[in-house]
């Protein structure tokens, strides 16, 4: 059945970096598009970053820059490498796919991934 597994998020301090990956079964991010999300206490879930099946990238202004998504076809998995990291972008992330690139921008994504703590300290 459809599984999507995040996996790398942590503690960082604010300039450091982390790798984010997501893991899925029964979906393939051959013919879906794929990306992340993420979302801070109490706040709407943003658009991160996104990659079609195509490799079509396209990223969030806060984060543009700063991260960068990536996706692996034989092994059905996406990471995303984000660099020089903000206070501000402390949040769970969410790996999230859709056939539709439009739908998975508009945030209403098929399939959604359970999330990994990303937490940024000043």
């Known amino acids: 059945q459809v599984q999507l597994v995040e996996s790398g998020g942590g503690l960082v301090q604010a300039g450091g970096s982390l790798r984010l990956s997501c893991v899925a079964s029964?979906?393939?991010?051959?013919?879906?598009?794929v990306g992340w999300y993420h979302q801070a206490p109490g706040m709407q879930r943003e658009l991160v970053a996104t990659i079609t099946s195509g490799g079509n990238r396209n990223y969030a202004d806060s984060m543009q820059g700063r991260c960068t998504i990536s996706k692996d076809i034989a092994k059905n998995t996406v990471s995303l490498q984000m660099n020089n990291l903000k206070p501000e972008d402390t949040a769970v992330y969410y790996c999230a796919a859709d056939p539709l690139s439009r739908q998975l921008q508009r945030g209403v994504a098929y399939y959604w991934g359970q999330g990994t703590q990303v937490t940024v300290s000043s």
């Open positions: 029964g979906v393939s991010f051959n013919i879906n598009a």
